[in-house]
């Protein structure tokens, strides 16, 4: 059974920074795009960031930009996220996922993706 679960969520001050970790069990992903998508009260779960199978290729959404980065470690089937210069508006659950399918490219759009994991809240506080 594929899982995904993330950690490292948790309140911080604006202009702080946070790492969240993906752990991926019950399959290697080592071939999988994976992504990063966040969902803020009241709205749409949106795209933040996504990293290609071989970690050569990255693409962020404009708001995170020069802010966030993704990044893997294929060795503990595991995904990061550094966060840096957080801002209020980056409060969210923040969710890895993966696609259904090894290889897939350019995968910015929930229906791209098939495996989710449960969430971590980020909190910014002004």
């Known amino acids: 059974q594929v899982q995904l679960v993330e950690s490292g969520g948790g309140l911080v001050q604006a202009g702080g920074s946070l790492t969240l970790s993906c752990a991926a069990s019950?399959?290697?992903?080592?071939?999988?795009?994976m992504g990063w998508f966040r969902q803020a009260p009241g709205k749409e779960r949106e795209f933040v960031a996504t990293?290609?199978?071989?970690?050569?290729?990255?693409y962020y959404v404009d708001s995170v930009k020069g802010r966030f980065t993704i990044s893997r470690d294929y060795a503990k089937n595991t995904v990061y996220l550094q966060m840096n210069s957080l801002k209020p508006e980056d409060t969210a659950v923040y969710y890895c996922?993966?696609?259904?399918?090894?290889?897939?490219?350019?995968?910015?759009?929930?229906?791209?993706?098939?495996?989710w994991g449960q969430g971590t809240q980020v909190t910014v506080s002004s």
């Open positions: 990293i290609n199978w071989s970690g050569g290729s990255t």
């Open positions: 996922a993966a696609p259904r399918s090894p290889f897939t490219s350019s995968p910015y759009t929930n229906d791209d993706y098939y495996y």
């Open positions: 019950g399959r290697t992903f080592g071939t999988y795009a």
